[in-house]
Protein backbone atom coordinates (compact mmCIF):
# COMPACT_ATOMS: atom_id res chain seq x y z
CA UNK A 1 0.00 0.00 0.00
CA UNK A 2 1.54 3.51 -0.91
CA UNK A 3 2.58 5.55 2.11
CA UNK A 4 -0.21 8.36 3.10
CA UNK A 5 1.52 11.88 4.82
CA UNK A 6 -0.90 13.97 6.60
CA UNK A 7 1.05 17.29 8.40
CA UNK A 8 -0.22 18.93 10.66
CA UNK A 9 2.87 21.26 11.58
CA UNK A 10 6.48 21.41 11.96
CA UNK A 11 6.47 18.72 14.79
CA UNK A 12 4.01 16.82 14.52
CA UNK A 13 2.37 14.59 11.29
CA UNK A 14 0.77 10.83 10.57
CA UNK A 15 1.18 8.34 8.18
CA UNK A 16 -0.47 5.48 6.97
CA UNK A 17 2.06 2.83 6.59
CA UNK A 18 1.33 -0.82 5.85
CA UNK A 19 -2.90 -0.15 6.73
CA UNK A 20 -1.83 1.10 9.93
CA UNK A 21 -1.65 4.87 10.98
CA UNK A 22 1.55 5.90 12.82
CA UNK A 23 2.47 9.15 14.79
CA UNK A 24 5.89 10.89 13.83
CA UNK A 25 7.24 13.76 16.22
CA UNK A 26 9.79 15.65 14.31
CA UNK A 27 10.15 13.02 11.31
CA UNK A 28 10.61 10.35 14.08
CA UNK A 29 7.79 7.46 14.39
CA UNK A 30 6.08 8.07 17.92
CA UNK A 31 3.66 5.07 18.26
CA UNK A 32 0.83 3.23 16.37
CA UNK A 33 -2.45 4.83 16.85
CA UNK A 34 -5.18 2.25 18.02
CA UNK A 35 -8.70 2.57 18.37
CA UNK A 36 -10.64 5.82 16.49
CA UNK A 37 -13.92 5.76 17.76
CA UNK A 38 -16.18 4.93 20.98
CA UNK A 39 -19.33 2.49 20.34
CA UNK A 40 -22.26 4.20 22.85
CA UNK A 41 -24.89 1.32 23.54
CA UNK A 42 -28.10 1.72 22.67
CA UNK A 43 -31.25 0.26 24.44
CA UNK A 44 -33.90 -2.37 22.81
CA UNK A 45 -36.03 0.74 22.01
CA UNK A 46 -33.52 3.06 20.26
CA UNK A 47 -32.32 5.04 23.23
CA UNK A 48 -28.68 6.11 23.66
CA UNK A 49 -27.93 4.70 27.66
CA UNK A 50 -26.60 8.11 28.90
CA UNK A 51 -26.49 11.21 27.25
CA UNK A 52 -22.54 12.67 26.31
CA UNK A 53 -24.12 16.59 27.28
CA UNK A 54 -22.05 16.15 30.62
CA UNK A 55 -18.96 14.33 29.74
CA UNK A 56 -15.68 16.39 30.48
CA UNK A 57 -13.22 14.55 28.26
CA UNK A 58 -12.53 11.62 26.17
CA UNK A 59 -11.09 9.80 28.96
CA UNK A 60 -14.70 10.30 30.82
CA UNK A 61 -16.57 9.03 27.84
CA UNK A 62 -13.88 6.39 27.45
CA UNK A 63 -14.82 4.74 31.48
CA UNK A 64 -18.20 5.11 30.45
CA UNK A 65 -18.48 3.38 26.89
CA UNK A 66 -16.68 0.34 25.33
CA UNK A 67 -13.29 0.50 24.81
CA UNK A 68 -13.35 1.78 21.16
CA UNK A 69 -13.70 -0.44 18.86
CA UNK A 70 -12.65 -3.85 20.46
CA UNK A 71 -15.39 -6.24 20.11
CA UNK A 72 -18.61 -5.89 22.68
CA UNK A 73 -18.54 -8.10 25.22
CA UNK A 74 -20.85 -11.02 24.28
CA UNK A 75 -21.24 -9.92 20.75
CA UNK A 76 -20.38 -12.17 17.46
CA UNK A 77 -19.46 -9.67 15.36
CA UNK A 78 -16.85 -7.12 15.34
CA UNK A 79 -15.77 -3.37 14.06
CA UNK A 80 -14.01 -3.10 10.89
CA UNK A 81 -13.10 0.21 9.40
CA UNK A 82 -11.14 0.85 6.16
CA UNK A 83 -7.15 1.75 7.05
CA UNK A 84 -7.51 5.01 5.14
CA UNK A 85 -10.92 6.12 6.70
CA UNK A 86 -8.80 5.55 9.95
CA UNK A 87 -6.11 7.28 8.62
CA UNK A 88 -8.27 10.18 7.73
CA UNK A 89 -10.30 10.26 11.07
CA UNK A 90 -6.86 9.63 13.30
CA UNK A 91 -5.45 12.98 11.27
CA UNK A 92 -8.31 14.76 11.86
CA UNK A 93 -8.59 14.42 15.55
CA UNK A 94 -4.82 15.42 15.88
CA UNK A 95 -5.79 18.50 14.03
CA UNK A 96 -8.43 19.25 15.96
CA UNK A 97 -6.18 19.24 18.99
CA UNK A 98 -3.46 21.07 17.87
CA UNK A 99 -5.94 23.74 16.37
CA UNK A 100 -7.00 23.59 19.98
CA UNK A 101 -4.11 24.28 22.07
CA UNK A 102 -3.33 20.83 22.69
CA UNK A 103 -6.16 20.33 25.13
CA UNK A 104 -5.75 17.18 26.63
CA UNK A 105 -9.36 16.72 27.25
CA UNK A 106 -9.43 15.88 23.01
CA UNK A 107 -7.70 12.60 23.43
CA UNK A 108 -7.43 9.44 25.96
CA UNK A 109 -4.94 10.83 28.45
CA UNK A 110 -2.09 7.67 27.67
CA UNK A 111 -1.98 9.41 24.49
CA UNK A 112 -2.73 12.71 24.85
CA UNK A 113 0.32 13.44 27.76
CA UNK A 114 3.12 11.27 26.39
CA UNK A 115 2.45 12.66 22.86
CA UNK A 116 2.04 16.29 24.56
CA UNK A 117 5.61 15.62 26.27
CA UNK A 118 7.65 14.46 22.83
CA UNK A 119 6.45 17.38 21.25
CA UNK A 120 7.34 19.79 24.32
CA UNK A 121 11.03 18.29 24.57
CA UNK A 122 10.96 18.41 20.12
CA UNK A 123 10.97 22.09 20.30
CA UNK A 124 7.03 22.75 19.96
CA UNK A 125 6.73 26.48 21.68
CA UNK A 126 2.27 25.82 21.95
CA UNK A 127 3.35 22.09 23.40
CA UNK A 128 6.33 23.48 25.69
CA UNK A 129 3.75 26.60 26.90
CA UNK A 130 0.92 24.28 27.72
CA UNK A 131 2.33 21.04 28.74
CA UNK A 132 3.03 22.61 32.89
CA UNK A 133 -0.65 23.11 32.98
CA UNK A 134 -2.22 20.97 31.02
CA UNK A 135 -0.48 18.10 34.06
CA UNK A 136 -2.13 20.76 36.75
CA UNK A 137 -4.98 20.93 35.57
CA UNK A 138 -5.95 17.40 34.97
CA UNK A 139 -4.19 16.12 37.97
CA UNK A 140 -6.36 18.57 39.92
CA UNK A 141 -9.52 18.15 38.39
CA UNK A 142 -9.65 14.95 36.15
CA UNK A 143 -11.14 11.71 37.00
CA UNK A 144 -9.41 9.15 39.35
CA UNK A 145 -7.80 7.17 35.95
CA UNK A 146 -6.32 10.35 34.48
CA UNK A 147 -5.28 11.72 37.83
CA UNK A 148 -3.49 7.87 39.14
CA UNK A 149 -1.77 8.09 35.61
CA UNK A 150 -0.27 11.41 35.94
CA UNK A 151 0.78 10.26 39.29
CA UNK A 152 1.96 6.40 38.50
CA UNK A 153 4.15 7.74 34.97
CA UNK A 154 5.58 10.65 37.14
CA UNK A 155 4.38 13.54 34.84
CA UNK A 156 4.08 15.26 38.55
CA UNK A 157 8.09 15.56 38.47
CA UNK A 158 7.90 18.12 35.96
CA UNK A 159 6.36 20.45 39.13
CA UNK A 160 8.36 22.35 41.53
CA UNK A 161 6.95 22.41 44.91
CA UNK A 162 5.67 25.72 44.76
CA UNK A 163 4.02 24.94 41.50
CA UNK A 164 2.59 21.78 43.53
CA UNK A 165 1.38 23.49 46.27
CA UNK A 166 -0.86 26.29 44.11
CA UNK A 167 -3.17 23.57 43.48
CA UNK A 168 -4.62 24.13 46.86
CA UNK A 169 -7.15 26.86 46.46
CA UNK A 170 -8.28 26.80 50.39
CA UNK A 171 -6.24 29.33 52.13
CA UNK A 172 -6.31 27.40 55.73
CA UNK A 173 -5.28 24.53 53.80
CA UNK A 174 -2.11 25.94 52.77
CA UNK A 175 -1.74 27.19 56.39
CA UNK A 176 -1.97 23.81 57.68
CA UNK A 177 0.51 22.29 55.30
CA UNK A 178 3.02 24.92 55.85
CA UNK A 179 3.13 24.34 59.40
CA UNK A 180 3.25 20.61 58.50
CA UNK A 181 6.52 21.54 56.80
CA UNK A 182 8.11 23.64 59.34
CA UNK A 183 6.95 21.51 62.32
CA UNK A 184 7.91 17.76 60.71
CA UNK A 185 10.48 17.94 58.10
CA UNK A 186 10.67 14.64 57.42
CA UNK A 187 7.51 15.18 55.70
CA UNK A 188 9.17 15.98 52.41
CA UNK A 189 12.88 14.13 53.03
CA UNK A 190 14.66 11.06 53.05
CA UNK A 191 17.62 9.50 54.27
CA UNK A 192 17.88 7.84 51.20
CA UNK A 193 17.66 10.91 49.39
CA UNK A 194 15.24 12.24 46.62
CA UNK A 195 13.84 16.05 46.07
CA UNK A 196 11.65 17.96 48.21
CA UNK A 197 9.29 17.97 45.57
CA UNK A 198 9.48 14.55 44.68
CA UNK A 199 8.75 13.30 48.56
CA UNK A 200 6.20 16.11 49.04
CA UNK A 201 4.28 14.81 45.92
CA UNK A 202 3.90 11.34 47.64
CA UNK A 203 2.73 12.54 50.50
CA UNK A 204 -0.28 14.50 49.42
CA UNK A 205 -2.54 14.39 46.65
CA UNK A 206 -4.79 17.23 46.01
CA UNK A 207 -7.90 17.04 44.09
CA UNK A 208 -10.17 20.25 42.66
CA UNK A 209 -8.33 22.10 44.64
CA UNK A 210 -8.16 20.20 47.83
CA UNK A 211 -6.02 18.26 50.10
CA UNK A 212 -7.56 14.41 49.86
CA UNK A 213 -4.92 12.63 50.62
CA UNK A 214 -1.95 13.24 53.79
CA UNK A 215 1.01 10.98 54.69
CA UNK A 216 2.16 11.03 58.46
CA UNK A 217 4.22 7.67 58.18
CA UNK A 218 7.20 7.27 59.99
CA UNK A 219 7.42 10.92 61.69
CA UNK A 220 7.73 9.36 65.20
CA UNK A 221 4.51 11.16 66.36
CA UNK A 222 2.78 10.57 69.60
CA UNK A 223 -0.45 12.40 68.67
CA UNK A 224 -2.03 13.85 65.32
CA UNK A 225 -1.37 17.36 65.11
CA UNK A 226 -4.93 18.91 65.88
CA UNK A 227 -4.88 21.75 63.21
CA UNK A 228 -4.95 18.59 60.83
CA UNK A 229 -8.81 18.65 61.32
CA UNK A 230 -9.28 21.41 59.34
CA UNK A 231 -8.33 19.16 56.65
CA UNK A 232 -11.94 18.73 56.03
CA UNK A 233 -11.80 16.82 52.07
CA UNK A 234 -9.30 13.87 53.50
CA UNK A 235 -10.10 10.75 51.80
CA UNK A 236 -7.01 8.80 52.64
CA UNK A 237 -4.99 9.37 55.82
CA UNK A 238 -1.88 7.73 56.83
CA UNK A 239 -0.47 7.66 59.91
CA UNK A 240 0.89 4.27 60.66
CA UNK A 241 4.57 3.68 61.67
CA UNK A 242 4.46 6.19 64.56
CA UNK A 243 3.94 6.02 68.56
CA UNK A 244 0.33 6.30 68.99
CA UNK A 245 -1.51 5.47 71.74
CA UNK A 246 -4.62 7.16 70.95
CA UNK A 247 -6.63 8.72 68.12
CA UNK A 248 -8.02 12.18 68.63
CA UNK A 249 -12.19 12.28 68.97
CA UNK A 250 -12.17 14.84 66.95
CA UNK A 251 -11.28 11.95 64.03
CA UNK A 252 -15.22 12.16 63.29
CA UNK A 253 -14.77 15.39 61.33
CA UNK A 254 -12.98 12.94 58.10
CA UNK A 255 -16.59 12.97 56.72
CA UNK A 256 -14.79 11.84 53.33
CA UNK A 257 -12.46 9.85 54.28
CA UNK A 258 -12.54 6.32 52.36
CA UNK A 259 -8.80 5.10 53.46
CA UNK A 260 -7.44 5.06 57.31
CA UNK A 261 -3.97 3.08 57.75
CA UNK A 262 -3.03 3.55 61.25
CA UNK A 263 -0.96 0.32 62.16
CA UNK A 264 2.28 0.11 63.67
CA UNK A 265 1.47 2.25 66.39
CA UNK A 266 0.81 1.93 70.12
CA UNK A 267 -2.95 1.95 69.88
CA UNK A 268 -4.85 0.46 73.01
CA UNK A 269 -8.06 1.01 71.99
CA UNK A 270 -9.82 3.16 68.75
CA UNK A 271 -12.30 6.18 69.78
CA UNK A 272 -16.13 5.34 69.79
CA UNK A 273 -16.33 8.54 67.47
CA UNK A 274 -14.32 6.26 65.05
CA UNK A 275 -18.23 5.24 64.12
CA UNK A 276 -18.85 8.22 62.50
CA UNK A 277 -16.93 7.70 59.60
CA UNK A 278 -19.54 7.14 57.15
CA UNK A 279 -17.71 6.89 54.07
CA UNK A 280 -14.52 5.17 55.31
CA UNK A 281 -13.79 1.69 53.14
CA UNK A 282 -10.74 0.86 53.81
CA UNK A 283 -8.90 0.70 57.95
CA UNK A 284 -5.72 -1.02 58.57
CA UNK A 285 -4.77 -0.97 62.59
CA UNK A 286 -2.74 -3.91 62.75
CA UNK A 287 0.48 -3.70 64.55
CA UNK A 288 -0.74 -2.24 67.73
CA UNK A 289 -1.93 -3.29 71.15
CA UNK A 290 -6.09 -3.23 70.78
CA UNK A 291 -7.38 -5.24 73.07
CA UNK A 292 -11.13 -4.12 72.76
CA UNK A 293 -13.20 -2.40 70.29
CA UNK A 294 -15.76 -0.05 69.99
CA UNK A 295 -19.50 -1.40 69.64
CA UNK A 296 -19.45 1.99 67.05
CA UNK A 297 -17.38 0.36 64.63
CA UNK A 298 -20.56 -1.51 63.41
CA UNK A 299 -22.05 1.78 62.49
CA UNK A 300 -19.22 1.70 59.48
CA UNK A 301 -21.72 0.62 56.83
CA UNK A 302 -19.26 1.23 54.10
CA UNK A 303 -16.12 -0.46 55.13
CA UNK A 304 -14.76 -3.18 52.65
CA UNK A 305 -11.53 -3.78 53.98
CA UNK A 306 -10.64 -4.19 57.82
CA UNK A 307 -7.01 -5.21 59.07
CA UNK A 308 -7.07 -5.98 62.59
CA UNK A 309 -4.31 -8.53 62.55
CA UNK A 310 -1.30 -9.01 65.25
CA UNK A 311 -3.40 -7.23 67.84
CA UNK A 312 -4.08 -8.29 71.62
CA UNK A 313 -8.00 -8.50 71.05
CA UNK A 314 -9.75 -10.78 73.13
CA UNK A 315 -13.29 -10.65 71.99
CA UNK A 316 -15.37 -9.37 69.04
CA UNK A 317 -18.33 -6.72 69.70
CA UNK A 318 -21.49 -8.48 68.04
CA UNK A 319 -22.11 -5.43 65.94
CA UNK A 320 -18.73 -5.62 64.08
CA UNK A 321 -21.46 -8.31 62.14
CA UNK A 322 -23.44 -4.64 61.01
CA UNK A 323 -20.62 -4.33 58.84
CA UNK A 324 -22.65 -6.25 55.73
CA UNK A 325 -20.44 -4.72 52.69
CA UNK A 326 -17.16 -5.82 53.93
CA UNK A 327 -15.23 -8.48 52.21
CA UNK A 328 -11.96 -9.05 54.09
CA UNK A 329 -11.53 -9.32 57.74
CA UNK A 330 -7.79 -10.31 58.46
CA UNK A 331 -7.74 -11.01 62.68
CA UNK A 332 -4.43 -13.11 62.64
CA UNK A 333 -2.26 -12.72 65.74
CA UNK A 334 -5.07 -11.97 68.00
CA UNK A 335 -6.43 -13.56 71.29
CA UNK A 336 -9.12 -14.39 70.29
CA UNK A 337 -11.27 -17.46 71.78
CA UNK A 338 -14.57 -17.79 69.18
CA UNK A 339 -16.34 -15.53 66.61
CA UNK A 340 -19.66 -13.56 66.95
CA UNK A 341 -22.86 -15.97 66.51
CA UNK A 342 -24.07 -13.89 63.97
CA UNK A 343 -21.14 -13.75 61.42
CA UNK A 344 -22.95 -15.32 59.33
CA UNK A 345 -24.53 -11.77 58.57
CA UNK A 346 -21.60 -10.82 56.86
CA UNK A 347 -22.57 -11.62 53.17
CA UNK A 348 -20.24 -9.81 51.43
CA UNK A 349 -17.29 -11.34 52.76
CA UNK A 350 -14.64 -12.85 50.57
CA UNK A 351 -11.58 -13.40 52.89
CA UNK A 352 -11.68 -14.31 56.33
CA UNK A 353 -8.36 -14.81 58.20
CA UNK A 354 -8.08 -16.06 61.77
CA UNK A 355 -4.87 -17.52 61.72
CA UNK A 356 -2.82 -17.78 64.94
CA UNK A 357 -6.25 -17.34 67.23
CA UNK A 358 -7.29 -19.34 70.56
CA UNK A 359 -10.69 -20.34 68.58
CA UNK A 360 -12.28 -23.78 69.71
CA UNK A 361 -15.09 -23.95 67.94
CA UNK A 362 -16.36 -21.50 64.89
CA UNK A 363 -20.45 -20.58 65.15
CA UNK A 364 -22.77 -22.92 62.00
CA UNK A 365 -23.33 -19.31 60.94
CA UNK A 366 -20.36 -19.12 59.21
CA UNK A 367 -21.97 -21.29 56.85
CA UNK A 368 -24.05 -18.54 55.68
CA UNK A 369 -20.84 -16.70 54.35
CA UNK A 370 -21.89 -17.61 50.64
CA UNK A 371 -19.48 -15.55 48.98
CA UNK A 372 -16.41 -16.56 51.09
CA UNK A 373 -13.27 -17.47 48.77
CA UNK A 374 -10.90 -17.55 51.27
CA UNK A 375 -10.62 -19.30 54.94
CA UNK A 376 -7.77 -18.94 56.72
CA UNK A 377 -7.92 -21.18 60.53
CA UNK A 378 -4.46 -22.15 60.59
CA UNK A 379 -2.75 -22.20 64.57
CA UNK A 380 -5.90 -22.41 65.72
CA UNK A 381 -7.44 -25.02 68.63
CA UNK A 382 -10.02 -26.39 66.32
CA UNK A 383 -11.10 -29.95 66.73
CA UNK A 384 -14.04 -29.77 64.47
CA UNK A 385 -15.39 -28.07 61.01
CA UNK A 386 -18.92 -26.91 60.72
CA UNK A 387 -21.17 -30.25 59.33
CA UNK A 388 -22.42 -28.41 56.71
CA UNK A 389 -19.10 -26.36 55.57
CA UNK A 390 -19.72 -27.61 52.13
CA UNK A 391 -22.41 -25.27 51.68
CA UNK A 392 -19.49 -22.60 51.30
CA UNK A 393 -19.85 -23.43 47.31
CA UNK A 394 -17.50 -20.44 46.25
CA UNK A 395 -14.03 -21.49 48.75
CA UNK A 396 -11.01 -21.45 46.97
CA UNK A 397 -8.48 -21.55 49.75
CA UNK A 398 -8.94 -23.46 53.00
CA UNK A 399 -5.85 -23.49 55.73
CA UNK A 400 -6.39 -25.50 58.47
CA UNK A 401 -2.89 -26.32 59.41
CA UNK A 402 -2.10 -26.53 63.38
CA UNK A 403 -5.58 -27.94 64.24
CA UNK A 404 -5.98 -30.81 66.43
CA UNK A 405 -8.35 -31.78 63.79
CA UNK A 406 -8.96 -35.41 63.65
CA UNK A 407 -11.59 -35.34 61.04
CA UNK A 408 -13.31 -33.55 57.72
CA UNK A 409 -16.94 -33.24 57.65
CA UNK A 410 -18.67 -35.42 54.50
CA UNK A 411 -19.86 -31.93 53.40
CA UNK A 412 -15.95 -30.59 53.13
CA UNK A 413 -15.04 -33.09 50.32
CA UNK A 414 -17.92 -31.38 48.29
CA UNK A 415 -16.57 -27.80 47.95
CA UNK A 416 -16.62 -27.59 43.85
CA UNK A 417 -14.22 -25.08 43.47
CA UNK A 418 -11.49 -25.57 45.98
CA UNK A 419 -8.25 -25.19 45.05
CA UNK A 420 -5.43 -24.88 47.74
CA UNK A 421 -6.31 -26.88 51.09
CA UNK A 422 -3.52 -26.81 53.64
CA UNK A 423 -3.26 -29.41 56.53
CA UNK A 424 0.21 -30.23 57.91
CA UNK A 425 -0.10 -30.30 61.78
CA UNK A 426 -3.36 -31.65 61.88
CA UNK A 427 -4.49 -35.25 63.18
CA UNK A 428 -6.01 -36.21 59.88
CA UNK A 429 -5.10 -39.57 58.45
CA UNK A 430 -3.38 -39.67 55.25
CA UNK A 431 -6.46 -41.67 53.41
CA UNK A 432 -8.64 -38.96 54.46
CA UNK A 433 -6.70 -36.55 52.31
CA UNK A 434 -6.26 -38.23 48.71
CA UNK A 435 -7.11 -36.05 46.19
CA UNK A 436 -9.86 -38.65 44.93
CA UNK A 437 -11.46 -38.01 47.89
CA UNK A 438 -12.52 -34.50 46.76
CA UNK A 439 -15.39 -33.47 44.16
CA UNK A 440 -12.93 -30.85 43.15
CA UNK A 441 -11.32 -31.11 40.01
CA UNK A 442 -8.33 -28.44 40.69
CA UNK A 443 -7.43 -29.20 44.34
CA UNK A 444 -4.11 -29.12 45.71
CA UNK A 445 -3.04 -29.81 48.99
CA UNK A 446 0.01 -28.39 50.44
CA UNK A 447 1.46 -28.64 53.67
CA UNK A 448 2.13 -25.62 55.86
CA UNK A 449 0.36 -22.49 55.50
CA UNK A 450 1.94 -18.78 56.72
CA UNK A 451 -0.21 -15.75 55.61
CA UNK A 452 3.50 -14.43 54.79
CA UNK A 453 4.47 -17.04 52.51
CA UNK A 454 1.08 -17.30 50.64
CA UNK A 455 2.10 -14.85 47.78
CA UNK A 456 4.65 -17.33 46.29
CA UNK A 457 1.53 -20.20 45.67
Given amino acids: MDKKEFIINDYLSLKLEDGKTVIYVSGKQFRQCKFLLLDIPITDDGVKEFSLDDIDSIDEAAEKLNKSLEPRKNKAYTYTIPPEVEFWGHSS ?13 LL ?25 EEVIDRYNSGINSVREYLRSHEYLRNLTVEEFLSLIEDKNEIAIIEQLRASYPRIERRKTGGTVAIILRENLEIKKGRVVKLNLRGLELKQ ?30 FQSLKKLEIGNNHLKTLPEEIGAL ?39 PDSICNLFNLEKLDLRENNLKNLPKSIGELKNLKSLILEENQIKTLPETIIELKDLETLILANNKLFSLPI ?6 VLKLVAISFNPLWKLPDSFYRLPILRKLFIEGTNLREDQLYIENFSS ?9 SSKKEKEF
Fill in 93 to 105: NLQVWYENGYNTR
Fill in 108 to 132: HYNLAFSLLQKLALAGDSQAKKVFK
Fill in 224 to 253: IPEYVRGLHHLEHLDASHNLLEELPEWING
Fill in 278 to 316: QSLEWMQAHDNELITLPESIGEIKSLKTLELYQNKLEVL
Fill in 388 to 393: LIGRLT
Fill in 441 to 449: KVIDIYPYY
